[in-house]
């Protein structure tokens, strides 16, 4: 009786390995396809690898946190380049995965990162950039009231610095 628990311990414990491998395999795939989507030798970005990697998400091969994390790190990059191309990535991410990314990109502060960004006197295509892609979210998650209000205050708080003032169409500034 003591040899089967043994035996069904460590079948357990191989299982409980094998699955931690798998794991740091998805994470470490995540990352190498968006260091690979985001590389600086790339001339624009790479929508097939975009896509891939939003298939991924979308077929739970990747943990879209994985998938988040590495975005963050390419977007704290100091290439412009990099950061434009993470920041494409991100954009088609929101646009393709839905709400499990939304989450993820609100609560893993991405957020504050490119509002830090922005505030550190970006290049200006990645200030111009963070600051579209700001607004546009802001508008498609419902603002304040919405499901994530996260994305309407980081808006809300490049707005009130003064880094952000758009003019609208009758000349007036929102």
């Known amino acids: ?5 043994v035996f069904i311990e460590r079948v357990n414990q191989r299982k409980g390995e094998e699955k931690k491998n798998t794991m740091a395999s ?18 624009g970005p790479d929508w097939t690898m975009n ?8 077929s739970n091969h990747w943990q879209p946190k994985d998938v988040v994390k590495a ?3 390419r977007i704290q990059h100091k290439s412009t380049k990099v950061q434009l191309l993470a920041l494409t990535l991100l954009e088609t991410m ?3 995965c839905g709400d499990q990314v939304h989450f993820q990109i609100a609560e893993r502060n991405i957020l504050d990162e490119m509002i830090k960004i922005v505030r550190k006197k ?16 802001q508008e498609a ?11 309407y205050w980081a808006y809300e708080e490049l707005k009130m610095a003064l880094i952000y003032v758009r003019p609208t169409a009758k000349g007036t500034f929102n």
């Not at 990645?126 to 579209?132: A, E, G, H, P, S």
């Not at 998650?141 to 994305?151: I, L």
């Open 1 to 5: 009786m003591n040899c089967a628990r």
């Open 26 to 43: 998805s994470s470490s795939s995540a990352t190498v396809a968006v260091e690979k989507a985001t590389s600086d030798l790339l001339m």
């Open 51 to 58: 896509i891939e990697i939003c298939d991924s998400i979308n």
């Open 71 to 73: 975005v963050k790190k």
């Open 94 to 96: 929101v646009k393709n």
């Open 122 to 137: 970006a290049h200006m295509q990645v200030r111009d950039k963070i600051l579209v892609l700001l607004d546009s979210w």
């Open 141 to 151: 998650f419902g603002g304040p009231g919405g499901k994530y209000p996260q994305y």
